[in-house]
């Protein structure tokens, strides 16, 4: 048989979540075990919108690293397929991707929670403060 026979493996993405204006690389691996060079065109969607394709040349009996970008320009929750003629349709996952604005203003209030410092606290300080006293008021 003279022709080619694609497989895909190793499916990733570089993150399930991502902010608004970051790049999103959906990696795979693609095999030939055909004995002819395979021509496909790769195609990153999210229900019928095309996000990214590539055009990617597989010599026979090869396996071919494949990457394809895309940078998020809204927010919100994306299902991703990576499709082809030969490949089918291959799931990718769920991405979330959020605004930096309300992201950054979460993080500094996070950040604010962050720098409490542990302790006995203002009653702990307050028995402290008294039982020195009592202490020193002995000592008289």
Known sequence: DNSSAL?????SVSSARLQ??????IS???????????????????????????????PPKTTREVA???EFATPGE???AVDSEL?????AGTVTVTDSDTT????ADDDTTDESVPGF?????AVAVYSLAILLGRRT
Do not use: C, F, H, M
């Open 121 to 125: 606290g203002l009653l702990g300080a």
């Open 87 to 91: 490949l089918g349709s291959l799931p």
């Open 20 to 25: 608004v204006g970051e790049l999103l690389t």
């Open 7 to 11: 497989r895909s493996s190793s499916l």
């Open 78 to 80: 994306y299902e991703l």
């Open 28 to 58: 795979l691996e693609v095999a030939n075990s055909g004995t002819k060079t395979a021509e496909e065109t790769l195609v990153v969607r999210t229900g019928d919108r095309q996000l990214a394709s590539k055009q990617v040349s597989i």
């Open 68 to 70: 394809l970008t895309y």
């Open 104 to 107: 950054d203003s979460r993080r």
